[in-house]
């Protein structure tokens, strides 16, 4: 835990000890074997394992879109995996379930709705999922029982820009990617509601049936937020549901600086939005919210099973929602969400999100001020390279559109200074000054 | 950590301090407020949670197809809690790719594979998703871009006593759960290969495609096994997908005297297999297992995001395993599983598997014996819900066919004893003495 825990955050630490897949191999004894290690062969193994493993809560990691150690909701994390619940009937996680309810209650309210109801899942794009087949149940409830043979062509809405996993889901859920029309965007990233419009009349004068528009609020490539008020407007007039995948950006709503970012997302049907991403719950803590309160989630997902959602309890089975859910054994996710909030407060939450977003700014201030880091040339993966085999920093690029491969920046933790921004510039200057 | 590890496992201690809900909610501070809370108070906070929550690993657990707490799983899982790695990228999960592999590895190999693929997923019921869109795939690999619409009607063969999953499954994949077959069982619970054979050619007839016909070894409430070898049979005459949801009895394989249980398993195309339930990993710990080697969940799965999975990377991009799974961050849910393997040794997990199954066999023997233990009266909820207000024992009901609700008991942990299976026989005599 010391290794872990203190020597990870620790800038004069590496962020990785780089080792090829072979050559880790060689130096890990991966192996299963008939008989047990001795306790302290496994303890030499528990270090090998954390001594190449990339520590993701080292100041300078800043690859993904989650980053950073919240301690509070670590030890919540001990605290679940020693008691190792599973979420579905009240009688075996009372506490959970209460806490998921007052999580979800307070994170509805975030969003602006009057009620709701909601349900954690393991990952953004699992809540996508869920989001799209409680549309399409609301278009026509019958797929449920008859599937999707002998409908037309249902088809959905998009931005150019969203995350990967509505593909995944199109193809998943039988509706194939084909369906899935994305939506041109702005040059910042962000759908237009008016080509969003044209797509729709496009695809009814074929003959496909529109039944969702999804909007990204926080896309994962460029960080943009797709304008909810005008595409729900769209989405009234055609009578569609709307999806707002805010998996990254949602948490932007703790913070009445930044909230205005999400203008409109009270217009939404739904609402997937991961607080393990900038609110540092830990991987994984992901809900969907749905303003549907006529308990459209079980209606949808429930199959009954009699040995588990037995009616003739003796509480209140209103309580056992596991039946809202694709899972059967499932993770008490909220919780670790839940012990932040209580200790730091929604203020707390609220400065954290505005730290990470006043770093971000200034990194982009300094940007601007240094010679050679408009990157013309394909260098990134390159300087990425180096970077890996180094262990000073890890910072994720991609291409996109006409650009070349590119570093993206991600800041969340709070352990993240302005020290670290300036580091993140001289390094990649570093790496790639002889290129 | 004393509270929840050691006191919980004490039998003098409650397996549950039960509230109904609503006084549960006056006893806990649920609510999340603007400023945070002292550590004092968070303290206490965290000792209510454990207080009103079940012990799941208290030796009387015996309400889910899970229970104890192995502590070499406990220890690797909190070192992924602390590390907080998401198992998408080489880069990022070096290790923890590594070991899944290792570990996926030597399931195949007790499944009697030459070789194999998998993945491990939040949950069985999402391994059976996995595998009945794997089928779908293979049966038609265009559905996935162009979905099921103007397909003929998919239709899918399991037994009567399977999971609710399927079910599940067969309604979010678009399939419909009016096509899923329930295949017929035997006085014992195990599907009927003729019966299977017949429901098939009825399906052809009737103009719907079959593809897949799922085998359940370890069925939820009567814990039997289908009879695999035959099916398989069935299965290659139709030139159907075979899946076996072996997620509660997949563990037997590790056993040489109990293996046979699932003789045929090697004909399966595909297995579910959960080392949480009778394994002790710790929720969640599920792996889906694949034998075709020809890449089909990458073909099947892969949405090729270009900010993950770079193709212009310095390093074998082939253990960037993230492109099978519908998820897009997952945990490292192999881990745990490989370190208590690591520990024991299978001849470790084998003893395991044994000692549970001697002990079953012992209570049944035991239930012969006693008078007033062949129950023809409705009185399980009435005993269950005595059993719960006292915290005494936990143990799952429900009914089945032309039977009444009766008690379901599971056997899993090794720090159950016979003492427990003769306190269970006494406490439900004393429970029901009056009724």
Redesign the interface.
Known sequence: ?EQ??SK?TDISEKV?E????EQ??QL?D????????PHHR?LE??Q???R??????HPRFF??L?AG?DY?S??A???T??????VYT???????L??EE??LK?MIEFIGWKEGDGIFN?????SN?YAM?LA?YKYCPD????????????ILFTSAEC???M?????????????VCFVETDGRGKMMPEELERQIWQARKEGAAPFLVCATSGT??LGAFDPLDEIADVCERHGLWLHVDASWGGSALMSRKYRRLLHGIHRADSVAWNP?KMLMA???CCALLVKDKSDILKKC?S??????F?Q?????VS?DTGDKS??????PDA?KF??T????????LEERVNRALALSRYLVEEIKKREGFKLLMEVA?AI??RM?KKGSL?L????HRGKV?FF?QVVISPQVSREDMDFLLDEIDLLGRDM
């Open positions: 835990m872990v825990v990870a990785c780089w080792r090829p897949p880790l191999k890990l991966l192996e299963l074997r008939d008989t047990g290690e496994l193994l528990c090998d394992v954390i190449y493993s990339v520590k993701t809560n690859n993904q989650y150690l509070y670590l030890v994390r001990f605290m995996e020693a008691l190792n619940p599973s009240y009688e075996v996680s009372p506490v959970f209460l806490v007052a999580v307070k393991p990952g953004g794009s699992v999922m087949n399409r797929i449920k029982e008859k599937g999707l043979s002998g409908l037309p062509r249902l995350h990967y996993s593909k995944k889901a199109a193809s998943f859920l039988g509706i194939g990617t084909e369906n994962t490539v393990h830990g991987i994984q997902y199959a009954k099973a009699s040995y588990l037995q003739d309890k003796f509480y209140d309580y694709i899972q059967c054994s499932r993770r919780f839940w012990m909030w209580k200790a730091l407060g929604t203020v707390g993966p990425k390279e890996m890890m994720g690029y991609q291409p491969n993206r």
